[in-house]
């Protein structure tokens, strides 16, 4: 929340007669909206305090984190959501999606020509809940995706390797799913048909 309102101050607020964008109120919504859900959430699992949101929750951060994303760059990201009725009130980590969204948006889309686009799936598996998150910015090398999906089954750190981008959101994010779910916990690096840069997060949803 805090990089949120650092962002914030960037932004051109007003008009030459100091009067507010229609766009600057429904970004100045949007970002109440994200704070306000920041500090949402909490949940008792194994005598543990785990935080968490509902898959809904967590999407409507997406969405109004790319709100104020638009605002502030003066672009069009769309977000397409391809998410089964029954798994939106399903409870995931929070603060997981969002993250990967940011790491799409300033490490993919920022740094093509054009028009972004941005695609989140969900599937369920059993217990399992598998949500995907893809982007047609810079696409991967395959060798630094097989790296990348390599250190997170090892749950090793790769803060510190100037080749990949946006290592210390990844990690933490890896790291907390693997400790809700050691087993099938955790983040996966792909790519898709159609050439998009795909992470898939996996959380446990009994």
Sequence with gaps: CLHMAEQWKHMNLCDEKGEKHAEFCVTKRALKQFQELGLKGGILRDGN???AFTL???????????????MRFNTSVPLELEIPEDCLNLPIMRMTLQPIVENAFTHGLEQQSGEGLI?????????????????SGKAIEPHIIEEMNRRFRENADFTT?????GGVALVNINRRLM????INGGIRVSATEDGMTCFTLTFCCD
């Design 179 to 182: 400790l809700s779910d050691p």
């Design 161 to 165: 390797d100037a080749n990949i981008n």
């Design 119 to 135: 695609r989140i799936t969900a599937q369920r598996e059993s217990s399992i809940l598998r949500v995907s998150v893809a982007n």
């Design 56 to 70: 809904g929750e967590e999407l409507n951060c997406v969405k109004h984190y790319l709100t104020i994303m638009r």
């Design 49 to 51: 305090r785990i935080v």
